[in-house]
């Protein structure tokens, strides 16, 4: 794997890190996990373009629980692909 981070970068963002609290650590967490989500949706969207909205939200689901999970939960539904 690739490392194109600098070392005066990464010493800034820890800095960051250890700067802020256990609830804005929490906030940053969901934060990028909101951003991750629309980034798989707009891959999905791109890869699929006939998907509607609850389609795209079909095939995300599939893509973040795995197969067997998906069909546990949501059993009767077609595997879209993501």
Known sequence: MRDDTSD?????????????TPSER????????????????AGIRTRHPEYGVDEVEEALG???????????AKPGKPLLEP
Request: charged share 45%.
């Open 62 to 72: 599939r893509l973040l629980w795995g197969d067997d999970l998906y069909r546990a």
């Open 8 to 20: 005066d970068a990464r010493r800034v963002l820890c800095e960051r890190l250890r700067r802020m």
């Open 26 to 41: 929490f906030e940053e967490g969901v934060r990028l996990c909101r951003f991750a989500r629309e980034v798989m949706r």
